[in-house]
């Protein structure tokens, strides 16, 4: 009995730091391409522009609520509370592996894509389809609501369209106002960049911190730790640090690919993609509905240069994006049921 409440703490204590690990690395992959706009624009130095990004995602997940938090840990059912446990972990692995593979290629990959993926994925692996709480009954039947796995990919998807329809439709706009006018009119638009910065980093640090957040409630109330479901301050304050920490130490990377090989930006391009991008998080955060910063700020980029030039858009990066989004759930699901059948192997979980 004692061995087995050991072994039971030592799971435990791997997957809350797993959810850590995570965290950091989502720093620099969603909350870098935040800065890439704003330092590729000439609206900031690089140290400035990325100390700044990692403040306010810094306060978006210490101040930004539990909405998606609870989506998340409401999204899976397994039988038994260690078993769930083990789920997170593995989930957490692939999608933290997935996280470092895109990164080291310097391609602007989902965290968010990759943490549903690998969740999903150790789920079916540990319990079958049953256990992940899809959702589609209730969109089929009254009173068709948007719940569970479907919610979350109605939103990743309508997030995005929202992102880029948006940029489109500013950088159209903002560009028919300002046709006539002075180039000293860049100084005011850099000064409304560091708004619309501040607005998207403290969204983004909402919603990417409380998906970990979500996981660790869940396996702290799993493991029988907590008498409810509810996000320990500790860990709001853990991930707050991490993933400002993130952002400031690896995601130059991923800045270059979002800073010049889309589109060359000028700051109101950043502008536009800033504002539109940051209204989609914080409308999906209000929700409760995580979504993916990353693809959200790296297809306003093509909104914004369809609307300037499409000649000058590099659209092959943008298809490369594309591509990684789409192959992100199902490659994860897949590396995090095959670690888990293996983990189970070993184990007899």
């Keep these: 009995m004692v061995q087995d409440a050991k072994s039971t703490l030592i799971i ?26 704003f330092i590729a624009s000439k609206s900031t130095s ?8 990692a403040f306010f995602a810094f306060l978006g997940a210490m101040l930004g609520g539990t909405a998606v938090a609870f989506t998340i840990s409401e999204l899976f059912t397994t039988d038994s509370g260690i078993t769930t446990v083990y789920v997170m972990a593995v989930g957490l692995l692939s999608a933290t592996a997935w996280n470092l593979i895109t ?30 709480y899809w959702g ?3 969109l089929i039947l009254p009173p068709h609501e948007l719940t569970g796995f479907t919610k979350i990919i109605f939103f990743l998807v309508i997030s995005v369209i929202i992102g880029i329809v948006g940029s489109y439709l500013l950088q159209k706009t903002a560009s028919f106002m300002l046709r006539n006018s002075k180039r000293t009119v860049n100084k ?23 998906k970990e957040l979500g996981i660790i409630a869940l396996v702290l109330f799993s493991a029988g730790e907590m008498a409810v479901l509810d996000v320990p301050l500790w860990a709001r304050i853990i991930c707050a640090v ?5 952002t400031l130490s690896g ?31 914080a409308l999906s955060t209000s929700l ?59 184990t007899g979980i």
């Design 12 to 37: 435990i204590i791997i997957a809350v730091l797993m959810a850590f690990i995570f965290t950091f690395t989502n720093g620099f992959q969603d909350a870098s391409a935040i800065a890439a706009t």
């Design 251 to 281: 995601g130059w990377r991923i800045m270059k690919t979002l800073g010049d090989r889309i589109f060359k930006l000028h700051p109101l391009h950043s502008f536009d993609s800033q504002l539109s991008s940051g209204i989609s998080v």
């Design 242 to 246: 991490l993933l400002g920490l993130g």
């Design 103 to 132: 990164w080291k290629f310097g391609l602007p990959s989902s965290s968010t894509h990759g943490l549903i993926g690998g969740l999903t994925g150790s789920a079916v692996a540990a319990a079958g389809i049953g256990s992940v």
């Design 46 to 53: 690089p140290r400035k522009g990325i100390i700044f990004v």
């Design 136 to 138: 589609f009954s209730e």
């Design 288 to 346: 409760g509905a995580p979504v993916s910063s990353t693809h959200i700020i790296s297809t306003s980029i093509i909104g914004v240069g369809a609307a300037e030039n499409p000649k000058k858009v590099k659209w092959s990066t943008g298809r490369d994006i594309v591509i990684a989004k789409i192959m992100t759930i199902p490659v994860t699901m897949v590396i995090s049921g095959t670690i888990y059948h293996f983990i189970s192997y070993l």
């Design 188 to 210: 005011s638009i850099i000064r409304l960049n560091w708004i619309a910065v501040a607005l998207m980093s403290f969204s983004n640090g909402s919603n990417d911190s409380q």
